[in-house]
DNA sequence: CGCTTGAATAACCCGATGGCTATATAGCCA
DNA sequence: TGGCTATATAGCCATCGGGTTATTCAAGCG
């Protein structure tokens, strides 16, 4: 899977409540099919599906105990999404900032030249 | 928007590689509808309901300028998303790390006591 | 072996999403 | 006013996503 697909992957995985509160569940530790079910008010084929989406976004991966099948998270695919928004952040972050400043420094040096027209509108 | 669904629709806007250009794109500065269109092959409404869903979940917003309707990135709605996968990506860091304690601390301890059974299997 | 339990799969429903074309709206300009 | 340009909206269609119930598969146990 490529860069686009993994995050497609991830940032959908991520865009359920039920599965991020999967997610936080899974924080606390392993949890079988059942156990991520009973908080739930849904089935246990629900909640399956919800775990391969999770799964085939790298965000959980799965062991065999038996007849159970404990889930467990992977940091990885966290680590890449939360990657590519901190990256995003941090350069919008500085264009405001430099936008700031430009905006200070006009306001500083002369009020009244600052047109009117086409107005920035923050 | 309660904090669950402003993350429900950030992570979906997010979960589309051409919402994701688009903001790559805006990251550069500000740009007009048809501006976002020409790198696509889609049509302007097309892109115009993308803007919508980037709009919604706060990504962007939007100035006016005679007919034109101006994009910027918001960077508010990332923070939180960066936000939120940060702090997950952190715990469970911290876990596996503790993990990886408790098994070298088993490893060098006393190799011949680590049971089989229920096999961890990273 | 046959039963019971944990989980996955199948088949289906329905609302949401993403694409299109055609059309409407809005604002400038001659 | 009429016309041109930028964008939004409407209406349509195909696919996807999340839910259900019923069924199947897998593994331990009497």
Known sequence: ???????????????????????????????TVTELTAP?????????K??????????ISRGRDATRRPCRIEAAALGEASAYLERYRRLWAERFTRLDAVLDELKAHDPATRSPKKAVKR
Do not use: Y
Request: hydrophobic share 55%; charged share 20%.
């Open 40 to 48: 739930f008010q849904l089935s246990q084929p629900a909640i399956s």
């Open 1 to 31: 899977m490529n860069a686009a697909a993994r995050l497609d992957a991830t940032f959908a995985a991520l865009a359920d409540p039920t599965r991020r509160a999967i997610l936080a569940r899974l924080a606390t530790g392993e949890a």
């Open 50 to 59: 919800h775990l391969k989406v999770l799964e085939r976004a790298g965000l």
